[in-house]
């Protein structure tokens, strides 16, 4: 049987608790707005960013695997917005 479930993107809310679950931070123990910053903006499952949270034992590198995370996620999210619209404005131009 082929099934398909729908799952929420993670939000900065919920982001504090995979922080606090996996490297045992708390709110303002880091500075975390750059990551919740790109977070409102970009599409990321909880899943990529607890792998990401594992990859280190060291806060510094878990979290900039996060951001690094984030920022491709976000340009690969902005570059094909820019190929959809193109490709419309192509359809456009051919009628």
Do not use: W
């Not at 709110?27 to 990401?52: C, R």
């Amino acid at each position: 049987m082929d099934m398909h479930i729908e799952l929420s993107y993670l939000k900065p809310s919920a982001f504090s608790v995979l922080a606090y679950n996996y490297l045992g931070l708390r709110d303002g123990d880091y500075p975390l707005e750059e990551i919740q910053n790109l977070m409102e903006y970009t599409e990321v499952t909880p899943a990529s960013v607890a792998e990401e949270l594992l990859r280190s034992d060291d806060v510094n590198v878990a979290l900039g695997g996060v951001v690094e995370l984030l920022k491709r996620k976000r340009t690969a999210e902005v570059n094909d917005g820019e190929d959809e619209g193109a490709a419309k404005r192509r359809k456009l131009s051919d009628s």
